[in-house]
């Protein structure tokens, strides 16, 4: 049975007492020995330490993704804070991120540099990327149009898959079984030498799942909802001569998940697919004030069904070319860049007399910005011009200021706009299209206050985004532009380190709202957006001593509304993991997930991963 929202509510209100108590100073804060200021790429485009960012950003490491008791890259997504994800089950379920309170679609989903995203709806599709394959995260929260171009109103959320960075050979692999029939085993290594570096990985996991559908919902069969995956991910990079270096990476993942629908039966309830992404580049300093970076890249989202023809074949090609000149007392950068997205296969552009009307779309940008520190202050400026063929032009810009009044506390506000052009489906389905949608656009700012001090980190953001023609699914299903829907909130986050132990906390509070007016009667109705809730939050702990390491977290998430009005509870959940190593190389582990069992849904009529154990020994050559 789902929490009722007043528990999810206490929960929160424990997260934002916690953080606002370190926020005041009413518990001191401590120097440590672990450094949490690492190098970043995702919020300039450009290589800078996270404490010079100027944005709401948040690194996952390896040994974060190792320890996580997260099945999934949307559940662990979450464990960030500043995220809500919906699921229709487990493991490769159709699921769907909200960043600061936008929808799926409306952030990006970079690998390695690369947009990896379906043409059809827009989203990253998450679901289809393996954890196994990732080594660090990069989430940057806020307008991101001005770097990244259109579909970053929420943010951006890039993904690094594994590479060498030790000289020598570094072989790793790891296994494991748990409940519900889950089995997961992954090889591979890293070598570098003299300049050329290496890294392969294999990975193979697969579970029996869950019945995923509650028994009143009309999409319900009465069965175990599965799912089964395999990847490879590889990259080679080789140093040129002393300033110049090349390499390529790629990523490859394919499987099948069983689902539950009103259109299908049990047995051909389910779905094949196969995602990928490739880039290659060269970057180098043609002079010492000069870096530049050329990069080409393919990534694809294909998915096929058994029970009805729709088997999309989709591709989106890159080109992008970025420099940065050290020039007026400060830093410029310019660039260029080239997207290509192509859509085809059975049902989309071939079998049949439901069709899209258009299959392929190209994107033509130049971007730029500078940055400069006089004394205490940092100001960045960043501007972008999309071309988007058949849908218009559109620049967009950002602001931000820092302000480093005492050497660990930052003072930063910020201004963005950003757009999202209405996607293939949006537009062109042959079933419910509305060629008459317009992009939207939106303007967001922010203010922080921040304190970081060795792995002790303070924060609390304020943010409000509007955004107008909003696209929102009507109860047709059909994408319509609300007039506007507007995003507003504050989350306050804090990370202490004491002794051994690690506390950390996260909570948001905000409001959301869609304004739609009736095209005939002119009638304005208000409404929440659908699956936001007005306060989540995540509260951790994490111990290491000798061999022992282990943690724990609670994730919470107030009611909300599904797309049809459905009522959804809050809920409060607990995860916890633990890790013992035997010797330098080995290592046993275990995560235990939603500890008690909590019935619950992020999507109306669809459960939640029930309360599941997985064990596994790991070995690492150190």
């Not at 990079?237 to 629908?261: C, F, K, M, P, T």
Request: charged share 20%; aromatic share 8%; glycine share 10%.
């Amino acid at each position: 049975m789902s929490l009722p929202s007043t528990r999810s509510a206490a929960a929160l209100a424990v997260a934002a007492r916690c953080a606002s108590a370190l926020a005041a100073g009413l518990i001191p804060l401590h120097a440590s020995s672990q450094s949490m200021n690492p190098v970043v790429v995702t919020a300039t485009r450009t290589e800078t330490t996270i404490d010079r960012a100027l944005a709401d950003i948040t690194v996952i490491d390896a040994q974060s993704i190792r320890d996580a008791g997260a099945a999934t890259l949307p559940e662990l997504l979450r464990s960030a804070g500043g995220i809500e994800i919906s699921q229709t089950g487990g493991a490769g379920s159709v699921s769907g991120l909200f960043v600061r309170g936008t929808r799926n679609s409306q952030s990006i989903v970079l690998v390695d540099g690369i947009r990896i995203e379906s043409p059809l709806s827009g989203g990253g599709l998450v679901e289809h990327l393996p954890l196994s394959a990732i080594d660090r995260i990069e989430i940057v929260r806020g307008p991101a149009s001005a770097l990244y171009g259109s579909g970053a109103i929420g943010g951006v959320i890039q993904v690094f898959t594994r590479q060498a960075d030790v000289d020598g050979w570094w072989p790793w692999a790891s296994a494991g079984i748990g409940t519900q029939g889950t089995q997961q085993v992954q090889v591979g290594f890293r070598a570098a030498r003299e300049g050329t570096r290496v890294a392969l990985s294999l990975a193979h996991e697969s579970t029996d799942g869950f019945e995923s559908t509650r028994s009143g919902s009309p999409d319900f069969q009465a069965d175990r909802d599965g799912n089964r995956q395999r990847s490879l991910t590889a990259s080679l990079s080789h140093r040129i001569a002393a300033q110049w270096e090349a390499g390529a990476s790629l990523l490859v993942n394919d499987g099948r998940v069983e689902y539950d629908d009103a259109f299908s039966t049990a047995s051909t309830a389910r779905q094949d697919y196969r995602s990928g992404a490739a880039s290659a580049w060269v970057r180098g300093r043609p002079t010492d004030d000069w870096q530049t970076e050329l990069r080409v890249g393919n990534s694809s989202i294909d998915y096929s069904f058994h029970a009805f023809t729709f088997a999309p074949r989709t591709d989106s090609r890159t080109i992008s070319w970025q420099n940065t000149v050290a020039a007026w007392g400060g830093s410029l950068l310019l660039g260029v860049e080239s997207l290509v997205q192509r859509i085809d296969g059975d049902g989309v552009t071939r079998g049949g007399a439901f069709v899209y009307a258009r299959d392929s779309r190209s994107t033509d940008s130049v971007f730029g910005g500078y940055e400069r520190a006089w004394g205490e202050h940092t100001l960045r400026a960043t501007l972008r011009r999309d071309r988007i063929e058949s849908v218009g032009s559109e620049t967009t810009g950002a602001l931000a200021w820092g302000w480093r009044f005492v050497p660990q506390w930052l003072l930063r506000a910020s201004y963005g706009t950003a757009f999202r052009a209405p996607t293939f489906d949006d537009l062109y389905n042959p079933f419910s299209p509305n060629p008459a949608l317009r992009p939207e656009k939106s303007r967001g700012y922010e203010v922080a206050l921040e304190q970081r001090s060795g792995a002790d980190l303070l924060r609390a953001t304020a943010f409000s985004s509007r955004i107008d023609d909003a696209i929102e699914l009507d109860s047709f299903y059909t994408a319509q532009n609300l007039a506007r829907a507007r995003v507003q909130g504050l989350t306050l986050e804090a990370r202490r380190a004491i002794g051994a132990w690690v506390l950390r906390g996260s909570a948001t509070m905000q409001h959301t709202e869609g304004v739609s007016v009736d095209p005939v009667t002119g009638a304005r109705s208000d409404a929440e957006l659908a699956r936001r809730a007005p306060r989540y939050g995540v509260i951790g702990v994490e111990h290491a001593r000798g061999p022992w390491r282990f943690g724990a977290e609670a994730i919470a998430q107030a009611r909300r509304f599904d797309t049809l009005g459905q009522r959804m509870a809050g809920y409060v959940f607990v995860d916890a993991w633990a890790s013992y190593r035997i010797d330098r190389d080995w290592e046993l582990f275990a995560r235990a997930a939603n500890l008690g069992d909590r019935d619950y849904e992020t999507a109306a009529g669809y459960r939640s991963p029930p309360r599941s154990l997985f064990v596994g020994v790991r070995y690492a050559a150190r």
